[in-house]
């Protein structure tokens, strides 16, 4: 029995010291670990601003240019009728979306999805106003009923895609 507690003096302590020894290098280990993707996120974040925030800018100007106001004075109406315009913007409005739609790689869920509920909103008001049009009318008309519907509206859509994705842009840098 002497000779058992004799080997236990000496071998717990170092039983002790192993287990403590283990334990702070795991948990060093983990943390530098852990620096080690905090370092690496941080670099890969670092590389990709840029690419955020040009998709940023590429996005605004496409909201920016399919806002009524300024694609009206984009998409002249010439001597169209109210049908071949309402055709002439929608299709100004998809090309200008599908032209920015690897975008959407860059930018969050939320911003996108505010970018897509923007165009929907544009091409929704000009299909509405176009029903209220004679198709065979001179395309002015269509052109100031949209004018006239988009000054009626608080804030448009295109509006407030941009004022959140100045918010996020923010929140970002």
Known sequence: MEVF???????????LM?????????NFLDNEE?????????????NALPY???????????LERITPNSLLVRVPAKSLTAHEYQALLL?????????NLSQQIYI????????????????SIINKIAATVDP????????????EHTLTIGTFPTR???????????TEI
């Open 160 to 170: 407030s895609a941009i004022h959140f994705m100045k918010t996020e842009i923010k």
């Open 136 to 147: 065979k009318k001179p395309a002015i008309e269509l052109s100031k009923k949209i004018l």
């Open 34 to 46: 852990n620096r080690r993707r905090y370092l690496l996120r941080k670099e890969v974040r670092k």
């Open 91 to 99: 299709k100004s409005i998809r090309d200008e979306f599908e032209h």
């Open 108 to 123: 969050s869920e939320e911003a996108w999805h505010m970018v897509v509920t923007a165009k929907s909103a544009t091409v």
């Open 5 to 15: 507690l004799e080997i236990l003096k000496y071998t717990f302590p170092a039983l």
């Open 18 to 26: 192993l287990l403590l020894t283990y334990l702070m290098l795991s």
């Open 52 to 62: 955020r925030l040009q998709a940023y800018e590429r996005l605004s100007l496409f």
